[in-house]
């Protein structure tokens, strides 16, 4: 298969973000205990009548925006961006929130970054964002990962989070120039170096090998479906992958049924599964109910132009 055209590389840049987005939209009603979903029916549409995006849509602009501002990945200028996005109604992790306060009051990010958890966090925050990442260093995986890293690092710091952000972002590369669904899991395994991540990618290449498609509740007990990066990064590859020929729609009621954190499973699948296939498989009518789009197609168009591809 010879490489994608710059033309298709843009569509596929705007099917990864639109994807990502969508999939966090549509899955927010979903997400969560009763209080959060009662919460979110009151927050969860704009004036406009259109769905709102969480934390998982406005950490990957803020990103977006601080590595076309400045070319590169510049942490400094990515975490003010971070801290400055930050709005409660988007349903941020209570960790972030508070890191992300801390650094709006000055606290450099180094130190935010362990001030509630010494570790670092493990939630599934840096992995999220890391789409992004993955189209703006698509084709040059050391960059990447290190890229991956110092970005999770700000504010998501403990290995497994930054693993799961590794996993999450090589999985849109790839998908990108779209290969075969089980090179890219082959692939994902030789990048994984963590007992838990192994484990579940070879769950998962199984499951895709074999061509068995489990039921929700068995995908959720093999791979996981909470907040913690190692619960929920290989459940969104491995589903994106299984539906990476079906529609989008297909996709998405895959990851409700699959329970626990959808919007953000479903933001993660969703930038995959949209960065292989392009925004124009994306569905018509949820798309042009989804608050922002135009905001996040000029986004995916200046971040391509910004890459060589
Ligand atoms: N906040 C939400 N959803 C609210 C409803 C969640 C509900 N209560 C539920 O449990 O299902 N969604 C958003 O948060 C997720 C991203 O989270 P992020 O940015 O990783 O947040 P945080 O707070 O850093 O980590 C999440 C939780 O994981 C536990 N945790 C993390 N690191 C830990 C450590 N080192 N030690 C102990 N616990 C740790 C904590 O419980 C954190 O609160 C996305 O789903 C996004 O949509
Ligand atoms: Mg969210
Ligand atoms: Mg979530």
């Not at 004036?47 to 849509?57: A, Q, Y």
């Not at 971070?82 to 990010?109: H, M, N, Q, T």
């Not at 329970?259 to 296939?277: H, K, L, P, Q, R």
Request: glycine content about 12%; proline content about 4%; hydrophobic content about 45%.
């Amino acid at each position: 298969m010879g490489s994608p055209t710059a033309g298709v590389m843009f569509d596929r840049f705007q099917g990864c973000l639109l994807g990502l987005a969508l999939g966090d939209a549509l899955g927010a009603p979903y997400e969560g205990g009763v209080l959060e979903r009662l919460l979110w029916r009151l927050v969860g549409t704009t004036r406009e009548g259109h769905m709102r995006w969480t934390d998982d849509t406005q950490m990957s602009l803020d990103l977006v925006d601080s590595i076309i501002a400045i070319g590169a990945i510049d942490c400094d200028d990515i975490a003010g961006r971070f801290a400055a996005g930050y709005c409660w109604s988007r349903g941020y992790g209570p960790g972030a929130a508070k890191v992300l306060k801390r650094i709006a009051r000055g606290e450099d990010w180094r130190v935010a970054s362990r001030a509630v958890y010494p570790e670092g966090s493990y939630g599934n925050g840096g992995a999220m964002r890391s789409p992004a990442i993955g189209l703006f260093l698509a084709g040059r995986p050391e960059e990447l990962s290190h890229a991956v890293r110092q970005v999770s690092m700000i504010t998501h710091a403990h290995p497994m989070a930054i693993e799961g952000a590794l996993l999450v972002a090589s999985a849109t590369a790839l998908a990108l120039v779209r290969p075969d669904p089980l090179e890219i899991i082959a692939r994902l395994r030789q990048t994984a170096r963590l007992d838990v991540y192994q484990r579940k990618l070879l769950i998962a290449q199984r499951w895709l090998t074999a061509g068995e498609e489990p039921p929700a509740r068995a995908l959720a007990a093999g791979l996981g479906n909470s907040l913690a990066a190692s619960d929920s990064c290989v459940t969104s590859i491995y589903i994106a992958l299984r539906y990476l020929t079906q529609p989008f729609l297909e996709m998405l009621r895959c990851v409700a049924a699959a329970g626990g954190d959808v919007d953000t499973i479903g933001a993660m699948a969703g930038a995959i599964w949209g960065a292989a296939n392009g925004i124009g498989g994306l569905p018509e009518a949820e798309l042009a109910r989804l608050e922002q789009r135009e905001r996040l197609m000029d986004a995916a168009k200046r971040l391509h132009q910004s890459t060589r591809l």
